[in-house]
């Protein structure tokens, strides 16, 4: 069985650019999790989507954040414009059905802003 | 603010002991909580998920429930140089699912 899939792995923006994360979850698992990870701290959830619907946003910056998932598979998130504090790990996640099942972590995305 | 609460460490064990990795919560409406195991610049990876007061085993590792005291544990048993990593407590229920900081272990050849 597949792994959660990302891309990319590495990506340098300068500061007030835009840029564009892509995840595909586990193969039938309805509930996709964007966390942001910054160094030795542990993940903080964005959002978590149940098939194409929202199921909390409340940590999303909306100001500058932004993710989809049109087709209930695949998702986007969006930074634009960045700052340097958004410099980090953005790890994707899915699980089968919602949060009491265990979660399956993508291999992430290390952004730095300069 | 509803939190998950871990030792960040180091935890300094030698090769052969047990390591006891400890994590509490503060949502009693909590009720699934997992461990997730972390090496440096790679993206957690789940050891063991626990619902239910008790102990639940799988090879080397032993989680601990106990709800009553919102306390989870984690034993890793003959500990190997390869457990050195950084362990993630989560917790699922009420409300989002939560991260720990992490407990890092450094297992000493």
């Known amino acids: 069985e597949a792994g959660v899939a990302q891309s990319p792995r590495y990506k340098i923006i300068e500061k007030r650019q835009s840029v564009a994360f892509w995840c595909n979850p586990i193969s039938g698992h309805a509930t996709l999790y964007w966390y942001q990870q910054i160094l030795g701290q542990g993940p903080k959830l964005l959002i978590q989507?149940?098939?194409?619907?929202?199921?909390?946003d409340s940590q999303l910056p909306k100001d500058r954040f932004s993710a989809e998932r049109l087709k209930g598979v695949d998702s986007t998130l969006k930074i634009q414009p960045a700052k340097l504090e958004d410099s980090a790990v953005y790890l994707c996640?899915?699980?089968?059905?919602?949060?009491?099942?265990?979660?399956?972590f993508g291999p992430g995305t290390r952004l730095t802003v300069t | 603010q509803k939190e998950v609460e871990q030792n960040s460490g180091p935890l300094s064990v030698p090769e052969g002991a047990i390591a006891s990795l400890n994590c509490t919560y503060s949502d009693r409406g909590s009720q699934s909580f997992f461990w997730y195991r972390q090496y440096s610049g790679k993206s957690p990876e789940l050891i063991m998920s626990i619902y239910s007061n008790g102990d639940k085993e799988d090879g080397r590792f032993t989680a601990q429930l106990n709800k009553a005291s919102q306390y989870v544990s984690l034993l890793i048993r003959d500990s190997q140089p390869s457990d050195s990593a950084t362990y993630l407590c989560g917790s699922s229920g009420t409300y989002k699912y939560i991260f720990g900081t992490g407990t890092r272990l450094k297992v000493l050849a």
């Open positions: 989507f149940q098939n194409n619907g929202v199921v909390d």
């Open positions: 996640a899915s699980s089968l059905n919602g949060g009491g099942y265990e979660q399956y």
